[in-house]
């Protein structure tokens, strides 16, 4: 398998701050990885800096070996922490958007989604619920056939009936070959759907493992295991 | 519906044993072919790879066979599954003793015990 994303020795402060400290991750294709941390360990800045939201103080981050820009967001799906769709537009528009946009975007796989969900595509994101409109940027960013899906909290307000249908559309949409990064704090909901874990604390990394390594040496969950080493 | 599974032990091996219950009580019949990996972590709500190690544990036990292009089956020897079987019957009769003499009952006692809500189920 390739390396899709590495990151050497990656570092951002704002100010005296250090969100990120020498950090350095490698991923290969064909994983679930768990990005998971307490509020304020740096996940979200990560994530950002992974799709050229922010830029590095040092360090680097590189998809297939080049430096984040246009062709790196070519291969990757991101979920944003927070939408940037315009709310007054109705979801037939968006998909029609993200059509003429990503050359990767598969339109049938997003209306088939849709109508599992009983999401109607000729209403407006404004009128949804906040689950609904979790889901539908879901949708959108699972319906694209991409190298690395980067979901940041994909599933915190959806509940669990969906949640589960939710973990089932990621498992059965993305490519062999492709890997996702999912960051959250609902470890316990997407535990099993996870192969490798990350845990990151005040910009460092505390533990890479798989899923497995851990219950085998631990003898317990990965959320029991996150819950003993991040206890307030 | 995702499988339920315990928190704390590893996931192939529950996986591996779930796959083993439904070859021995039927639900797979010999020779049946197995979902595809994908389906089957669809299913269980598990990690594709996951899936993949569990099912490569049950090939190398002979209990699932795969043809190369054409998908995983289970076994023919049905033997072999009654084997299986017996051997877990086997288990859960010494846990269910193991847990009885906790409880400081002696192995005579307890038999005369099961005759009696046997007895008591047939009236």
Known sequence: ?232 | MPWNLDSDRPIFIQIVERIQLDIISGIYHPGEKLPSVRELAGIAAVNPNTMQKALSELERSGLVYSHRTSGRFITEDTEMIENLKASLAEEKISEFFESMTKLGFQKTEILTMIEKIIKGEQE
């Open chain 1, 1 to 232: 398998m390739s390396t899709i994303l590495e990151c050497k020795n990656l570092t951002k402060r704002y100010g005296n701050f250090t969100a990120l400290d020498q950090i350095n991750i490698s991923l290969e294709g064909g994983h679930i990885v768990g990005l998971l941390g307490p509020n304020g360990s740096g996940k979200t800045t990560l994530i950002k800096i992974i799709n050229g939201l922010l830029t590095p103080t040092s360090g680097e981050a590189t998809v297939h070996g080049k430096p984040i820009g246009v062709e790196s967001k070519k291969v990757i799906s991101y979920l944003p922490d927070h939408t940037y769709l315009n709310k007054n537009m109705r979801i037939r528009d968006i998909i029609d958007y993200f059509e003429d946009f990503y050359s990767d975007f598969d339109t049938k796989r997003a209306y088939d989604m849709l109508a599992k969900l009983s999401i109607n595509p000729t209403d407006k994101l404004k009128t949804m619920s906040k689950g609904t409109k979790e889901k539908v940027q879901l949708i959108l960013v699972m319906s694209r056939h991409a190298d690395l899906y980067v979901l940041d909290e994909p599933i915190a307000g959806v509940d669990p009936a969906a949640r589960d249908y939710i973990l089932n559309t990621i498992l059965s949409n993305y490519d062999e070959n492709a890997t996702i990064l999912i960051s959250t704090h609902l470890i316990a909901d997407i535990e099993n759907i996870l192969d490798q874990v990350i845990f990151i604390h005040n910009g460092h990394i505390r533990l890479s493992s798989t899923v497995e390594e851990i219950r085998e040496q631990n003898g317990k969950s990965v959320d029991a295991l996150f819950r003993e080493v991040f206890k307030c």
